[in-house]
């Protein structure tokens, strides 16, 4: 299995948490320096993304950048972005259901319960995402 690192891990086990001050390309071109010079990840990938997660990465798992705005409103966004991606995620699961008890019988359908608690679900994504948009100064 290939080696694997989330972007800035290396920077970010240098200098912690002021790696998110740093624009993006730069912290790239001084990651790419740093595997280039021979620093092997400082953690597994998995502890690394557990660990950049709360600084306010989007759907994509990167870092929510956008000029002008202070890092509490990226993480906002971030979290808008996050919530956004899991109600598609939702919705189509509760749309294959619905499509399924158009065509199949009732052994290969999502009982109302899962149903219930997907819809449950989705609409708090989607009122955490509308209060993530809908920042207040």
Known sequence: MGEFSPPGARLHALI???????PRHLAERLE?????QGMGDPTPALVAHLSL???GESADG?????EGLGL???????LASRSLQGLHGILQIL?????????????QQLGDHLQGALLQAGRQLAQTACDAVHWRR
């Not at 790419?32 to 280039?36: G, R, S």
């Not at 990167?62 to 956008?66: Q, V």
Request: with cysteine; hydrophobic share 40%; charged share 20%.
């Open 16 to 22: 912690g948490d002021a790696v998110l001050d740093i």
């Open 32 to 36: 790419t320096t740093l595997k280039a």
């Open 53 to 55: 997660m709360h600084h």
């Open 62 to 66: 990167t870092l929510w950048e956008e």
């Open 72 to 78: 509490g409103r990226c993480g906002d966004l971030a």
């Open 95 to 107: 749309h294959a259901a619905h499509l399924t008890r158009q065509h199949a019988g009732p052994e």
